[in-house]
C-alpha cells in the first residue's frame, strides 16, 4: 500500500496543529505547476533544494574555519543539516509542519558567500551603492532566480512559504511582503523554528570546533553560565569521564538544554495566545517560537564569548581576512575582465547590470573555487596568471 499526495494531505489534516502550514493550504508557487501525485508542496520543495547545485556548493563554504583547514571542523553544508535535525525535532514536538521547517533550514543559506561572515561584511561593502548584500536575502535570490532546473522559469519555483521563511531579517520592517502578501510582524511557526534551530546548533557545534582547534578551552568556558548549565548536567549524568568524553556529551547538553527550553517556552506561549490561524500567529504580539527569558539571558554571554574568543580570534580572523582580500581582488578581476565569470552569469549581464551580475557570481563561488580562481589570474601574487576551467554558475 502506498500513500497519494492527497493522502499526506488529509494526515496534515489530521495531525497537525490548526496554525501550522497546512500543504494543502499553501498559497502556492509564482509559477502554476501541476501537483505530484505523491508529494505534497513542501516534500517537493526540500526535494529541489537538496538537489540544487547552491545547495550542493555549501560543501566548500566556509563556517567557521576556511574549507580545508582539517577534517572535522563543520562546514556551511554540515552546519545547515545538523539545523535541519534540530528543526525537524522541534517541529515534531510543536505539532506543525516538518517538511516546510526542514526545507527552510536547508535553504537558509545557500545565499551565503564564501569565507564566512567576513566574506559576507565584504561584499556588502563592495555593493554599498548598489543595494548591499545580505545572505538572507541572496538565499531567496539563489532560489528564485540563480538556479537553473527547469525550461519554464528561472529558479526553483518554491511555494510561498518556504521563500517567506527565507526572509527572517526583514519580517518585522513595517509593511515587509512578498508578492503583496504580509510576511509580519512575526513569521508562522516553522519559519521561527527554523530560525531558533539555527541558533541552536551554531551555539553547540561552533563551540565543539573552538575546543576541537584549541582557541578555546574548557577552563575559559566553565567561566560561563550557559557552559556550567551543560556541564553540570553531564557530571550528574556521568561520573569520572575523561576530558574528551566530558566534551563531548557537554556539547550534546548544550543542544539538548536549549531545545528543551524552546519547547517549554513555546508550549507555554502557544498556551497563553492560542492562535489558531496562520495570520494569528503572524500577529500575535510576541514571537511565540523563543527562549525564555532566563536562557536568552546566558545565551548572550555565552555568544558573546564566541564572538570574542573563536570568531575574532587572530588565528580565524587573520585567516578569513587574508581569503576575503583575495575575493576582494577576485570581484575586481570579474569588473574588469567579466568575460571570464561562467556561461550563465554571462548571460544575465544586460538584466541585472555588471556589479550585480559579479557579486552573484563570487557569492556562488566556494572558497576552494574562489582561491582557484585568484591563483589562476595571479590575484594576490606577482603573476599573472592563466586561464583555466570557467565556472558554469
Not at 564564501?114 to 561584499?123: I, Q, S
Not at 575523561?242 to 506561549?269: H, K, Y
Not at 557570481?361 to 570557467?390: F, H, M, N
Amino acid at each position: 500500500m502506498t500513500h497519494s499526495r492527497q493522502t499526506w494531505e488529509d494526515l496534515e489534516g489530521c495531525d497537525l496543529a490548526p496554525a501550522a502550514a497546512h500543504s494543502a493550504g499553501s498559497l502556492g508557487r509564482k509559477y502554476p505547476e501541476t501537483d505530484h501525485p505523491v508529494r505534497p508542496c513542501f516534500q517537493r520543495d526540500r526535494d529541489r533544494v537538496l538537489h540544487s547545485r547552491c545547495f550542493r556548493r555549501l560543501e566548500y563554504k566556509t563556517q567557521v574555519f576556511v574549507n580545508g583547514t582539517a577534517d572535522h571542523y563543520r562546514t556551511r553544508l554540515t552546519h545547515t543539516i545538523e539545523m535541519a535535525a534540530v528543526g525537524r525535532t522541534l517541529a515534531r514536538a510543536f505539532r506543525v509542519n516538518e517538511d516546510l521547517t526542514e526545507t527552510i533550514c536547508l535553504a537558509h543559506d545557500v545565499g551565503h558567500s564564501p569565507f564566512g561572515h567576513r566574506g559576507e561584511a565584504v561584499l556588502n561593502e563592495l555593493m554599498e551603492e548598489d543595494g548591499g548584500f545580505n545572505h538572507n536575502c541572496q538565499s531567496l535570490r539563489a532560489v528564485e532566480k540563480l538556479e537553473y532546473q527547469y525550461p519554464g522559469f528561472r529558479g526553483l519555483n518554491l511555494t510561498w512559504e518556504v521563500r517567506a521563511g527565507l526572509r527572517k531579517h526583514e519580517a518585522a520592517d513595517p509593511g515587509a511582503e512578498l508578492d503583496g502578501r504580509a510576511i509580519g510582524p512575526f513569521q508562522y511557526l516553522e519559519a521561527q523554528i527554523a530560525d531558533v534551530a539555527d541558533d541552536i546548533a551554531y551555539h553547540a557545534h561552533d563551540t565543539d570546533d573552538g575546543l576541537e582547534a584549541g582557541l578555546i578551552t574548557l577552563d575559559q568556558l566553565e567561566e560561563l553560565a550557559f557552559w556550567k548549565l551543560a556541564a553540570d548536567r553531564t557530571r550528574e549524568q556521568y561520573a569520572g569521564l575523561e576530558d574528551e568524553e566530558f566534551v563531548r556529551i557537554t556539547i550534546r547538553n548544550l543542544l539538548d538544554l536549549q531545545a528543551q527550553d524552546v519547547l517549554r517556552e513555546g508550549r507555554r506561549r502557544l498556551e497563553e495566545y492560542n492562535p489558531q490561524t496562520f495570520a494569528e500567529v503572524m500577529n500575535a504580539p510576541v514571537r511565540l517560537i523563543a527562549f525564555s527569558d532566563e536562557i536568552a539571558a546566558v545565551l548572550k554571554e555565552f555568544s558573546g564569548f564566541l564572538y570574542r574568543q573563536l570568531y575574532e580570534h587572530p588565528g580565524v580572523f587573520d585567516a578569513n581576512t587574508e581569503a576575503v582580500t583575495l575575493m576582494r581582488g577576485l570581484f575586481f578581476h570579474y569588473l574588469e575582465h567579466p568575460e571570464t565569470m561562467g556561461r550563465k552569469a554571462r548571460a544575465r549581464l544586460d538584466e541585472e547590470g555588471l556589479r550585480r551580475t559579479v557579486c552573484d557570481y563570487v557569492a556562488g563561488c566556494t572558497d576552494r573555487y574562489a582561491l582557484e580562481e585568484c591563483k589562476k589570474y595571479g590575484i594576490g601574487s606577482q603573476g599573472s596568471g592563466g586561464r583555466g576551467r570557467v565556472n558554469t554558475l
